[in-house]
């Protein structure tokens, strides 16, 4: 499926729930406790006929996200109806990874391969005042255990937040010790938010004086650029929606938890697919609207705007 702007439109973020075990303070809008109501959050039979529908239409990459999808407990039976289905070229989970060590034989046996976790720094007390919770060694023997049952690629998504994490040491160490592909992420900038926003692109160019830097490919790196030191197990990745930005590759879709389709993570407009679900719609009314969302994609973020509404990244499922 193309947009008005010929990108091909193949890969899809769906939220599972909009509930988190994580309280990340840049995740969310200090006023922001409310959960949406469990029946206003998309069923295994929507979710499924959505997955169906969009790989008729040709979106034929998923991504699972939350909130923290581990939340959700038929998460498994999703991948595995998932990776059963007709079509279907990659699924991917996002995962905080709390509750990873203990759900890894499911997902496992699911299909589940490819897995990034969100992890922002190595270091205890600095986990803690992101998130408000002590469980980064919980996080770490969950990484640990994902490699050695063979999950490849387990990437490490790491959000820069200006005067916490940007010394990126540990995080390159890391990288050296354990195949690992670790991203650094521009923050991206909400009302509630502002004054964190580091660039990733400039610790990129500062790596790259080192001139030791080797360009590598990964299979479905997205927006990422990776990149390998001399003698590095894994990687060291860079998503820089700000500084560099990559609009003209976009090639995904997002649906909320509850049912919202976005076309760029930078836009406020959402749609919505819930009440055309529940309203009785025709797969060929639902496989309709998607091409008809698909014909506002904005071009880039600059003409998507900025989000404006204080929502958290939690509901929108990112
Ligand atoms: N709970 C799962 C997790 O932690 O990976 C999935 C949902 S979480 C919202 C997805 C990712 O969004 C996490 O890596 C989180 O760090 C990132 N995130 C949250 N707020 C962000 C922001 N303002 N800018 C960039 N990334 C953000």
Redesign the pocket.
Known sequence: MKDRLNRQINYMRL?VTDR???N?F???PEDDHNFIPAEETLTYDEILRLVRLALELGINRFRL??????LRPDLAEIILALNASPGIKDLSL????LLLEENLDRLWRAGLRRI?????TLDKDKYAAITGSNSLDKVLRAIKLALAKGFNPVKI???LLKGINEDIDDFINLAYLLPLHIRF??????PH?DGYFVSANKLLKKLKKTGQLNLIKLPGSGPARYYRLPGMKGSLGFITPYSHHFCHNCNRLRISAQGELRTCLFADKTYDLKKLLRNGASDEAIKDFFTYVLSEKPLNWLQAGRIKRNE???S???
């Open positions: 939220s988190c075990n994580l990340c840049y995740c969310r996200t939350g909130g923290e999808p581990l996002t995962t905080n990874g990034n976790i969100s992890l922002d998504n790491v959000v992420i521009e923050l991206m900038s909400f938010r958290s990244m939690r929108i499922g990112g």
